[in-house]
């Protein structure tokens, strides 16, 4: 089978061509992201209005690049597949509604498929991680730590209550003045820190559930950089070298306690997964790898190029939904909220 993937919920616009054999391995055919980084830098963020714009402005361009990079016509594929949410609406709507375009003129199926279910499904397409497995999901928009049980069926053990971690990673570089995104800039600045400089508190540590939050480290933060200030480089650096450990230890406890909530409610899992931006840290992948030895388990970490958002994770998760017999009507509607644990079996119909 045969999947076109599009991906538009947030700053890449992204397009894929994936195959999905019978037993279920997956082979990326072509996978070209475009990342507007360099529109939204000076902003310190992403502008929801100049996304939808640049999405508008590159898909078409981006898929028939995809299309022509795979050898595929449009004729030969069995479904094309899209991100329908969540994420910033104008761009949700631009590629759903792309999708659907597509499918129409060429009588396929669509499958519209849910963001995070498509970080989630990705260690299937990259290491045929076979069902169930903790899922650890920390991007810029998402801290969760979830149950995945099969295609469709998901259980959320914790997430964060205020920011996500790569917003904390964002916000604090934003602070010390390095750019966006924060978190490569973070890391690397820590490299060279001290990480034991600043007591910065470890939120959550400690507590019997697997929930973040991560705005009372950002403030503490804060106020140790004012203490301080004006700031020199080792000051700097010694500032994101202890929040990155700040960072690295709760995910240890939280990590630690999500897995043993899916201990109890779902069994022995056979890996802890990552997916997100966040998974492109170092020092938060080790500790990952430690937690999941602990637990009797391994890592499985995607590299990280397929951790951030990308077109084949789209077309990887409309392959896994085809190949179960979902698919969706061509007047299914965008979501800019869209929780996973809400994703089932069968999607459920627009409610008007
Ligand atoms: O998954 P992603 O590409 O996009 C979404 O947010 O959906 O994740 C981007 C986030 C940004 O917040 C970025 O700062 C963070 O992931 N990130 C990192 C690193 N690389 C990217 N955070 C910490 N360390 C990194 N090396
Ligand atoms: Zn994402």
Known sequence: MIILGIETTCDETAAAVVARTEDGRGRILSNIVLSQVAEHAEFGGVVPEIAARAHVEVLDCIIAKAMAEARVRFEALDGVAAAAGPGLIGGVIVGLTTAKAIALAHDKPLIAVNHLEAHALTARLTDATAFPYCLFLASGGHTQILGVRGVGDYLRLGGTVDDAIGEAFDKTAKLLGLGYPGGPLVESQATHGDPARFALPRPMAGRQDADFS??????????????????GDQDVADLCASFQQAVVDVVRDRLRHGLRQFRSLIGAPNALVCAGGVAANAAIRAVLHRVAVEAGTMLVAPPPALCTDNGAMIAWAGAERLALGLTDALDFAPRARWPLDQVTKAAPLPSS
């Open 214 to 231: 991560l705005s009372g480290l950002k403030t503490a933060l804060r106020i140790e950089a004012e203490k301080i200030a004006p700031l």
